[in-house]
């Protein structure tokens, strides 16, 4: 019997929930557990390179797509086994004596692990994005995406926030020991389901490893959309990355910046997310992704004024730099459920795991090579330039998405 869409949107939350949780450790709450032990600034730095599974995941993406068990599934093969090794390594992780984290030795061991966590859980990511794309009808990948995003977020909140919580009032061990039970009760709505036979295309059974890459970005469809993944995520990776040092330098205490920053956009974000599942349904993938593009842009100008009233006054209201990071959290969750959902329309259904590793790897890398160069153009311009420069790169980057939706309309 044929699964409902609330049954499906349920397994896809409990995946991205159980992706987020790793994730979560490792991107919000491994700096502050470094720096409570002494490590150095620079070596925090450095963590960043633990990343690298998610960055290079597409190279092992195809392997993902073409072996699997039949008994099990095509992501299932994958997903039950990584998620049950990450559970592993968070068990190991709890018998890690934080203390050893004072010394080089501890420090590249636990780096060691957090490195394999990143691993496992980019892993489960792309058999996780395959599900997703083969489960979802057209109609549905709007709402399936608000899940995803939705669900990852929650999973950072869980591992990044509520387990710093933990750590600093309870127990290391503990702390990471209720991480590892989470992830397990998490595993068992995948581990009950049962995953649909998907047929194999003749022509696509012989593919080598290049052409899987090959044949999905010499399609006419791929060429067109090839620079709005590149381009779209320019603009606010480059202005996302100074927000949290501007409020710094205008006096907001970390535990501010905790607290009405990092979580109210979270959950900003997550409303957003849903709204855009909706939004996208109704509006289609084009209109969705200009429309979100604008308010983007309208919330990276209005940092822009908070800069220029705290250089021209010498203070800033706080309700309104915590409305406008809202504002600006929750047209990024909007905008990311309309890309990611025009992401899934061009996966082919054999190789979906592959086409949308890649393409979010795009993404990533363009976006995430903008934000390297938000320190020096900051430094530069001032916080009020380089945030107005910020929304106008963001606007005139819509332009790819324009000629992407010309292509369409032929």
């Not at 892993?123 to 939705?150: K, M, N």
């Not at 509006?283 to 200009?290: K, T």
């Not at 949308?356 to 903008?370: D, E, M, N, R």
Request: aromatic share 12%.
């Amino acid at each position: 019997m044929p699964h409902t869409l609330n049954q499906r949107l349920a397994i896809l939350l409990t995946l991205y929930l159980a992706q987020g949780l790793p994730t979560g450790i490792f991107s919000q709450a491994l700096p502050a557990i470094l720096r409570s032990y002494d490590v150095s600034l620079t070596v925090i730095g450095f963590s960043g390179l633990l990343a690298i599974p998610w960055a290079l995941k597409f190279l092992w993406s195809p392997y993902v797509d073409k072996y699997h068990s039949s008994r099990l599934g095509r992501s299932r093969s994958w997903i039950l086994p990584m998620q049950a090794l990450a559970v592993l390594l968070l068990i190991v992780i709890a018998c890690f004596n934080p203390y050893d984290l004072a010394t080089t030795q501890g420090v590249y061991h636990f780096f060691a692990l957090m490195f394999l966590l990143n691993l496992f859980a980019a892993t489960q990511d792309i058999a996780s994005d395959a599900l997703a794309v083969r489960s979802l009808s057209y109609e549905e990948r709007s709402f399936g995406t608000s899940v995803q995003v939705g669900g990852y977020r929650l999973g950072l909140i869980i591992g990044g926030g509520l387990l710093l919580y933990l750590v600093d009032v309870w127990d290391w061990q503990l702390s990471f020991l209720l991480m590892a039970v989470l992830l397990v009760l998490l595993t068992v709505p995948i581990l009950l389901y049962r995953e649909p036979v998907v047929e194999v295309s003749p022509s696509e059974v012989g593919l080598s490893y290049s052409q899987v890459f090959k044949s999905f970005t010499a399609t006419p469809a791929f060429k067109a959309w090839f620079w709005v993944l590149v381009t779209y995520k320019v603009g606010d990776g480059l202005g996302s990355v100074m927000v949290k040092p501007m409020l710094v330098d205008m006096g907001f205490k970390l535990q501010q910046i905790g607290l009405f920053v990092s979580v109210l956009g979270s959950v900003a974000t997550l409303l957003g997310a849903l709204l855009g599942g909706v939004l996208t349904s109704r509006i289609g993938r084009y209109q969705a992704l200009v429309a979100f593009g604008i308010l983007q842009a309208i919330g990276l100008a209005c940092y822009g004024i908070l800069s220029w009233q705290w250089h021209t006054t010498g203070q800033v209201n706080n309700m309104l730099v915590y409305g406008i990071n809202a504002f600006e959290h929750f047209a990024s969750g909007l905008a990311t459920v309309a890309l990611l959902s025009a992401v899934m329309d061009q996966c082919r259904r054999d190789h979906a795991g592959s086409d949308f590793t890649l393409q979010v790897s795009i993404l990533a890398i363009f976006g995430g090579s903008a934000g390297l160069l938000a320190g020096l153009v900051a430094d530069f311009m001032g916080y009020t330039f380089y945030y107005l420069l910020s929304a106008a790169i963001c606007l005139l980057l819509l332009w790819p998405v324009v000629r992407w939706g010309q292509w369409l309309r032929r």
